[in-house]
């Protein structure tokens, strides 16, 4: 009720609202801020101690994985003398070899001084050949003759090589104490399992591990999945495990100790030792083949964590009083000058374009009234704003954008598919017959059957998706991130969606209407804005040419000009064949380094394509791009290469030469990644080469290729400037520079398929 009076009040005076802080700022802070900083000095001291204690627990198990870690490499770096490995074959060194067993097994217990209990080597039946125990080396009759019917012997045999069994917990006879046993299965250089190496780690090592990473005061447990207690820094654990149940019967503790059997990991308060204390608790990474899963546990008492709060309480106190008499200065000056500065920092921010800015005040006085109506105001600008765009970039009759802001967004379009190497289309959308449509029907209904179809491409355009009314009756659409043959399944259920339409004339008669529609694709069809838009309407052109209600695409318009039923594919495939031959029959009479070869270089390139899985396409491009790569070179040679030494000049004009090829070309024909694949196969791996200096895979894969076969054509064949290699003199000549002019993977692959070629030939 007091607020509702509040509300519908006169506004209250500054007087009013003075009177109010002083009254505020004398009684309230002191009581709730001392309140609250008791109560937030213990949440920061128990979150502290908490994040302390997670940190404790990771480094234990840190500590734990790494002993077994340790342990485990020495057993194998020791597995891999040739004294254990080779032990079965020279019978006549045996003594030597238990020599050198024993110093190897003496060096493990050496580097796990008080660690390891035993370690020793016996063979496939169990037969113990060598064994030390505390670091002393044993005659055969000290130690056990056979240890077949361990169950850490049996896990071993089954292991593969080089890996490393750990055990159970089991209680060792000889020392009176628990241990872990690890073992490793040693195979001979034939692959042969001929016996197995083992060791076994006291158990109450683990707590000499774990022993340091916490405070004094601190608890740290360790126990395994059956709920047993492998380790605890204020017990012994060595010569007897207990159940960790039994360390506390309280409830809370048990909840924990089931929950750390568990896997589990968190956080608790629990009752331990009749003192309120928290655990951190984290299940320890399990290694391969290790059969222990255990928990690691870190618990601190209620008393250590809040030790320190009831020092600070007069400190608090007195502090709490002082900010309260500097908080009454600053408030009143903060609640003057306050609002006068963000009406003034909003009203600056709207002059430079921000319309979205707004005074941020809640008052109920005269100032807070004023600052409402600014933002009613602020956002009436806005709206009316926001409208006017909308209206300048939008079509009125089809909701669509407008053709200017079609040709804004294409442009942008274009540019992301450029530089971030992605594709685009672009759909050309014509309503079929409209004009006969609008002559019979009336221009009212033409503008019907305009909006009807506006709403539809609405519908169905995804919020990447850009739809505009780009003429009278054309529509575009642009699709981000869509290939062809993914804007082909659109535009095809866009098509029969506008074709199911049913639109209403002025006479009330219900009619249907088609569209046609061309797709193109950058970068596949179009390299730049204009010809993307030339490539859609020659597509939708010969959408309608072709019968109208129906989608082509721009790819496949070539195609379907020259179709002549069962042969257009191979035709086409022949001529091209044939043109490219030619000029590459051409380049090989002018280039004796070539002469001969381009068919050989063509089929080698091909080998590693097939090796890389290329498609159609690409292999395509890779044949054509290994027949003309060196056509710059007829312009280069004609200009340079003559008796005598070469001029710097002249060299630049040779270097020019894949650029010039390139020109040449594109005055001919439309291969813009036979283009690229000629342009840059003298670029090299270590971004030394030319022309671009690209490097690595920047470089395009299909130069890559002719790279590599090109130089080892020109290594092995008749060169009247170099000395003719023989196969295996170029292939350590492709080796030495893999990785600086070469990529080394396709010259990896083309040395195998050199190998599998000679091997046929054989």
Known sequence: MNNTILRISSPKSIYTKLFILFSIIGVIPLVVGSFYAYSKSRQTLLHSALKEQELKVNNGMRNIVTLFVESNTNLILSGQNTAFVRFFEDHNDSNLYRDEQAKALLQISSIFHGIIESAGFADVNGRVISSVKEGKNLSPHEY??????????????????????????????????????????????????????????????????????????????????????????????????????????????????????????????????????????????????????????????????????????YLLFVLTGSMVLFAIAGMLGWRISHPIHELTKTSVSMSRGNLSS????????????????????????????????????????????NHREFHKRLEEEVKRASRYNSILSLMMIDIDNFKNFNDTYGHQSGDEALRAIG??????????????????????????????AEAFIFSDRLRENIEQLSIKVLNGET????????????????????????????????????GRNKTVLYYNTLKNNFEVPGKTKSLLEDIEEWIFRSL??????????????????SRTALQIARAYNLNDSQMRDLKIATYL????????LSQTIKEGSVSKEELDLIKDHPETGVEILKKIFNLQNVFQAINHHHERYDGTGYPS????????????????????????????????????????????NAGTQFDPVIVETFIKILADNNNEHE
């Open 144 to 313: 056990s003759e056979n240890i077949s019917g361990s169950s850490f012997f049996k896990e071993a045999l089954l292991l593969g090589k080089g890996i490393v069994f750990n055990g159970h917990p089991v209680f060792s006879q000889s020392s009176g104490k628990w241990i872990i046993p690890s073992a490793l299965p040693i195979y001979n250089n034939k692959e042969k399992l001929i016996g197995v190496l083992y060791a076994q780690i006291y158990l109450d090592s683990i707590t000499r591990f774990i022993k340091n990473i916490a405070h004094p005061d601190d608890i740290v447990i360790v126990v395994d999945q059956n709920g047993n207690l492998i380790s605890h820094t204020k017990k012994r654990t060595g010569e007897i495990i207990l159940s960790a149940g039994n360390l506390e019967n309280d409830p809370s503790f048990l909840s924990v100790v089931s929950r750390m059997r568990s896997g589990e990991g968190g956080n608790r308060r629990i009752i331990y030792d009749g003192k309120p204390s928290y655990i951190t608790y984290k299940d320890i990474p399990e290694e391969r083949d290790n059969h222990n899963r255990w928990s690691l546990g870190v618990i601190t008492s209620e008393d250590a964590i809040y030790g320190e709060v009831s020092a600070k309480k």
């Open 358 to 401: 707004r005074v941020k005040l809640n008052r109920e006085d005269e100032i807070g009234q004023l600052a409402s109506a600014f933002n009613e105001m602020a956002a009436s600008i806005q709206s009316s704003h926001e409208e006017l765009t909308k209206l300048s970039i939008t079509d009125s009759l089809t909701g669509l954008f």
């Open 455 to 484: 709403k539809i491409i609405l519908q169905e355009v995804r919020s990447s998706d850009f739809a505009a009314r780009y003429g009278g009756e054309e529509m575009a659409i642009l699709l981000p991130e869509t290939n062809s």
């Open 511 to 546: 009619l249907h209407v088609t569209v046609s529609i061309g797709i193109t694709s950058f970068p596949g069809d179009a390299t730049d804005r204009k010809s993307l838009i030339e490539t859609a309407d020659k597509a939708l052109y010969f959408a309608k040419e072709s």
């Open 584 to 601: 590459s029959t051409t380049i090989d009479e002018r280039l004796p380094s070539r002469r001969g070869h381009s068919v050989t270089i």
């Open 629 to 636: 790569y060196e056509i710059g070179m007829l312009k280069s």
């Open 693 to 736: 200096g690209l490097k690595g895979e920047d470089i395009p894969l299909l130069s890559r290729i002719i790279s590599v076969v090109d130089t080892y054509h020109t290594m092995v064949s008749f060169n009247l400037h170099n000395k003719r290699l023989t196969q295996e003199e170029a292939i350590e000549e492709l080796k030495r």
